[in-house]
């Protein structure tokens, strides 16, 4: 048995999802990252955008991740996000209504939220 | 009904209406305090992963970023104070603004410039109340405050530290909020937040001086440095709007508590008047019809002889 990540997908004000996983793919600044178990410790600053985390009981677990932090040592990953939403929790109709409106506004920041909220729910 | 009787009747409807506003308000303030303490809960993994990344790269790189440097001499300083947007809160913002007002006054001693940041009205008309200079405030959220407000108070923070001093930046920043200890007890206390020393942050992630790993840092530590010590500022200030909360709702509860209290006592003793009152009118009553009939009596005694 390959051991396992222990990974906790944190955002400034709750605890959004924690559990085993045997693969997190994340974005960061300077490309996607996968990680392992057994990887380095790694200290790494997050793009925001999908997280993909594929749960040890063989599920996935997608998140649109706005901005934050991955921490990982001792097989813990922490991914901390300002933040984070899970994609059965997002609302594609709001999230297609808020990317039309931040265009028409030309406000660069809510359409790139709204963009990776939609393509976390398409990857789904 | 007498003049008096009547009088002490109303006074009681008036106290028992007051008593009603003053129970509800209790029992929302309460349920209140309940749910901000969740929020401070709620805050918490977030806080304490936040703290432990920080310190790994303060300890693992030895990087200098101007949010942990110490200025060598500190000509001027920010003060961040977090007050409520309304008061029936007791002492809650006198205490906060009390503490304020000493940390100024011993900063200015101290040969500093001080620039006040204010969150919550009552301290804003504090302050304007005194014709005082405040550097920017902002309102309208301190009941329940969230993660977006902090950013938006951390910001121009953040900017005015990472400033010259020359060019009008600060060069520490002190923050002063309510700490909710407990149900009964809150205290307003002062606290600097930057800059930030690393050494007491890594005190406080790691008390029984555990040894993180040596981090890989992805794309450079000081790029992770840069994004994670505002991030690391925007939570403090989080947490203090938070247990700020939790405090004026606590110290809401309590006031309004004692104000239902006092209405009972109040309406108690004026049941007392009221029923004495009553009473000396039904004697009154009595002894004049006692005294008529009497008189009456000895009138027609009188004509019978």
Known sequence: ?124 | MGAQLRVYKRRIRSVTATKKITKAMEMIAASRVVKAQRKVAASTPYAAELTRAVTAVGTGSNTKHPLTTKAETVTRSAVLLLTSDRGLAGAFNANSIKIAEQLTARLEREGQEVETYIVGRRGVAHYNFRERRIAESWSGFTDEPSYADAKKVAGPLIEALEKDTAEGGVDELHIVFTEFVSMMTQTALDDRLLPLSLEEVAKEAAPKGEILPLFDFEPSAEDVLDALLPRYVESRIYNALLQSAASKHAATRRAMKSATDNAGELIESLSRLANAARQAEITQEISEIVGGSAALADATAGSDR
């Open chain 1, 1 to 124: 048995m390959a051991a396992e990540l222990h990974v906790a997908l944190v955002a400034a004000d709750r605890e959004v999802w924690s559990g085993q996983a045997t693969l997190v793919v994340a974005r960061t600044t300077s490309g996607d990252i996968g990680v392992m178990p057994g990887h380095q410790p790694l200290l790494g600053v997050l793009e925001s955008g999908p997280v993909t985390i594929r749960t040890n009981d063989g599920g996935t677990v997608i998140a649109a991740v706005h901005g934050g932090f991955l921490s990982f040592a001792d097989d813990k990953l922490s991914l901390l996000a300002e933040i984070a939403e899970l994609s059965d929790e997002i609302d594609v109709q709001r999230a297609e209504r808020a990317l039309e409106r931040a265009k028409s506004a030309d406000d660069a920041s809510a359409e790139r939220r709204a963009e990776v909220r939609l393509r976390a729910v398409t990857a789904r």
